[in-house]
């Protein structure tokens, strides 16, 4: 069983985040060291609730807690409005307050609307992410961000609330489909990129054995992501800075998505293009060496992740300057200088991204 401490200095808030093979089948003995009210709101979507609700319902009861179930269909447009609305209408009606605990129990999705459920409900009550798909270990459920979209954007309705507590068991990946693991990848590789040559070398090195679930890769380079986040978001939880650094390959990712309608490529696919041609920007620049770009193009390929788009390039870069995160206009391009190092760059010519953007094609 491995363990890290994420500490919030700006709230003094600090959690652990719990990674071992079956250890949510421990959820309810788990929990009762952060929490000392007996009901829970268990959160999942259809997918999950069917493959592991009963289980972990069963932890949770035999320790003792009161357990309601939520469940909301799978997929992105259950991060809503609707579905949240749905959420604080069962809390008041089962007589939720501050000192009861929410679980989310599922990928992304769950995570983030049961974390802005419970930060919002009353003002935040706690809750605890058990993420169960790869994005969702490595990326989303640590670091605090929750949010719902609106029909304008993406995330647009959200707040940074940290959980109680993460608990990480690959063991879920298993029923996880192929596609779905290859999008988690995609956020391991950006991590190794910008902020450990380490693991981008042991992801090379190792990617036949990272497919199989049985051995210790996968959990390695799950613990390893998450102490890269975690050490970023305790430098910077609301993304004054360094923060920004997590978006390696998701300034062209977030555009290339937006143009397809979030329908061709999911985001793992689209963030794997995005980081290639971040290098070939910064290669273009003279700011990266050719055998970096190579590296990291192999990399991609490894993890069977896509190469190249079949988008018009003009609507891309269209695309680029509608992201949220687009100030004054000015692209704020997080770029690397050697695997492992990264940092941000605005005002490259506009022909030079173009360019880019034509050679992904
Ligand atoms: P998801 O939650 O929709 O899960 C993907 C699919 O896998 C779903 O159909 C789900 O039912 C299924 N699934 C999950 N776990 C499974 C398992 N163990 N076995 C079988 N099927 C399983 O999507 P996601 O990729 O996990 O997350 C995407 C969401 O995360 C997006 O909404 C994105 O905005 C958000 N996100 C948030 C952050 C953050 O910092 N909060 C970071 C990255 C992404
Ligand atoms: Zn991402």
Not at 51 to 56: F, N, S, T
Not at 143 to 159: L, R, S, V, Y
Request: hydrophobic residues 40%.
């Amino acid at each position: 069983r491995q363990e890290l401490k994420v500490n919030i200095s700006e709230t003094k808030r600090s959690y652990p985040i719990i990674i071992a093979n079956n250890i949510s089948s421990q959820i309810g003995s788990l929990i009762s060291d952060c929490y000392r009210g007996n009901k829970v709101l268990l959160l999942s979507d259809a997918n999950v609730s069917g493959l592991y609700g009963a289980g972990i319902v069963s932890s949770l009861e035999k320790a003792g807690y009161q357990v309601l179930e939520y469940i909301i269909p799978a997929g992105e447009k259950s991060k809503s409005y609707h579905y949240l609305r749905k959420g604080y209408d069962l809390l008041v009606d089962n007589n939720f307050n501050r000192d009861n605990l929410i679980i989310a129990l599922g990928g992304g999705v769950v995570g983030d609307l049961a974390g802005f459920l419970a930060a919002t409900f009353m003002r935040g009550i706690p809750f605890v992410q058990l993420p169960t798909s790869l994005l969702a270990q490595v990326d989303s459920s640590v670091g605090g961000k929750t949010a719902i979209n609106h029909p304008a954007g993406k995330n647009m309705i959200g707040a940074f609330y940290q959980p109680e507590m993460v608990v990480i068991d690959p063991v879920f990946l298993k029923t996880l489909v192929p596609r779905e693991f290859k999008t988690g990848m995609a956020e391991i590789i950006k991590h190794g990129l910008i902020a450990d040559q380490g693991l981008a070398d042991y992801l090379f090195e190792r990617s036949k054995n990272v497919f199989k679930l049985e051995k210790d890769e996968l959990s390695h380079i799950i613990y390893r992501s998450c102490q890269i986040k975690a050490a970023i978001v305790m430098e910077d939880e609301k993304e004054k800075g360094k923060r920004a650094l997590l978006n390696y390959g998701h300034t062209i990712g977030h555009a290339l998505e937006a143009v397809t309608a979030y329908k061709k490529y999911n985001h793992g696919e689209a963030v794997a293009i995005g980081m290639l041609g971040a290098v070939r920007l910064a290669n273009s620049l003279g700011l990266l060496e050719k055998s970096d770009l190579q590296f990291t193009e192999e990399l991609i390929r490894l993890y069977d992740l896509p190469l190249g788009h079949q988008e018009d390039p003009e609507a891309i870069f269209t695309a680029l300057f509608r992201d949220k995160k687009v100030k004054n206009d000015s692209l704020r391009w997080v770029l690397i200088d050697r695997i492992g190092n990264a940092f941000i760059r605005e005002g490259i010519d506009h022909s030079l991204i173009k360019r880019i953007l034509e050679g992904l094609l």
